[in-house]
């Protein structure tokens, strides 16, 4: 027995409330019969992993317009969808985005699984995204609980547990909401709902289809909930870019090792990132100058404070790691967003040259 009932109230707010996406069906389209695309789905889901709605825009249209299909994406190669995916962070989705599809592929013909269990044994695809595919695209009862959905819950039934220890309580309670009816629909309701009118800091309560069974607007502590066990602070690393130019334009960029941080990506070739004093680590002798402006980029356990030295490099050179790309083959949208960073603070310190 639910002690909160939902179901109906936040079915007929998303019916006319709706976030239009470029991946979404929404409810007038489901009801005309339109089911959505779980190619789509989990691309979308897989690309708003620790990223917005904003940014995940653009990315979700260039990518699903270079390779509609999941058969497209299995046969594209490394470097283009790494370059494709440069700037939206957490590199290893892009290459278990392209494990995944050739795992659609080989071992599915093509065609994704419909059930979360199933879903959960694809390369990067874990318990969150698992429940969102199969709820979304196949309309399975799959209990989703993003960043919003836990919000919304902890407000509803007024959970005063900080996070993350209320996430278990958090996820049976939002399993409690799932309806067998339109089980996707409700699931994207409730991200809606979190991201549009439950908002972290201000809920607008005057305008949610749940204010009179919400606990905490009732007790007048919404905008306190969830409450959060103090973040720990972050180390900081510190290191040291080079970029080297020769004078016909080329760049020495280096990729890195498929494994680890920026796994797989192209950056400039640099020291060890460590909380000492880094050791310079030049990929070739040449006359390294110090630039006066550093780079600040924050990673999830760490931020990172990165010294630019720049130098001309000779035509012959030879160095040690890397290779040259010429300039004309050289995009620094291509580049993840610290290294894109290094690239800007060297082209500003050159224009001022
Ligand atoms: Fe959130 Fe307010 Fe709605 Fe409760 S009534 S779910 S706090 S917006």
Redesign the pocket.
């Known amino acids: 027995m639910r002690d909160i009932g939902i179901g109906s109230d936040l079915l007929g707010w998303y019916d006319t409330h709706a976030r239009a996406m470029p991946w979404r069906v929404g409810p007038a389209e489901r009801k005309a019969g339109i089911r959505p695309d779980p190619y789509r789905v989990w691309l979308s889901e897989v690309m708003l992993q620790q990223t917005t709605v904003a940014a995940v825009d653009g990315y979700f249209r260039r990518f699903t317009t270079r390779w509609p299909d999941v058969g497209a994406l299995a046969a594209a190669e490394d470097a283009d969808v790494l370059a494709e995916w440069a700037g939206l962070g957490y590199y290893a989705r892009a290459r278990n985005l392209l494990k995944c599809a050739r795992r659609v592929v080989q071992d599915h013909g093509g065609r994704f699984p419909d059930t979360r269990d199933a879903l959960l044994d694809l390369p990067g695809i874990g318990t969150y995204t698992a429940a969102a595919i199969a709820a979304i695209a196949f309309d399975e009862p799959a209990t989703v609980v993003d960043g919003n959905v836990e919000?919304?819950i902890a407000?509803?039934h007024a959970v005063e547990t900080p996070l993350p220890a209320a996430k278990p309580e958090l996820t049976t309670l939002a399993a409690r909401h799932t309806p067998r009816d339109r089980p996707g629909d409700h699931a994207q309701a409730m991200m809606d709902?979190g991201a549009t009118?439950?908002t972290p800091r201000s809920?607008?309560?005057t305008?949610?289809?749940?204010?009179g069974t919400?606990k905490?607007?009732t007790m007048g502590i919404?905008s306190e909930?969830p409450r959060r066990a103090p973040k720990k602070t972050k180390p900081v690393r510190q290191g040291i870019a080079y970029v080297g130019l020769r004078a016909d334009g080329a760049a020495l960029l280096e990729r890195r090792p498929d494994s680890g941080l920026l796994g797989g990506m192209l950056g400039w070739p640099g020291s060890d990132w460590s909380e000492a004093a880094p050791e310079a680590a030049p990929p070739v002798p040449a006359d390294w100058r110090e630039l006066p402006s550093e780079v600040r980029h924050t990673f999830t356990h760490f931020h990172l404070l990165l010294r630019v030295r720049t130098a001309i490099l000779p035509q012959d050179a030879n160095p040690d790691r890397g290779e040259f790309v010429p300039a004309g083959q050289f995009r620094p949208g291509d580049l993840p967003t610290v290294m894109r960073k290094v690239h800007d603070v060297a082209s500003r310190a050159r224009a001022t040259d």
């Open positions: 919000r919304v407000r509803l709902l009118v439950c809920p607008r309560c305008e949610c289809p749940l204010r919400c905490a607007r919404a909930l």
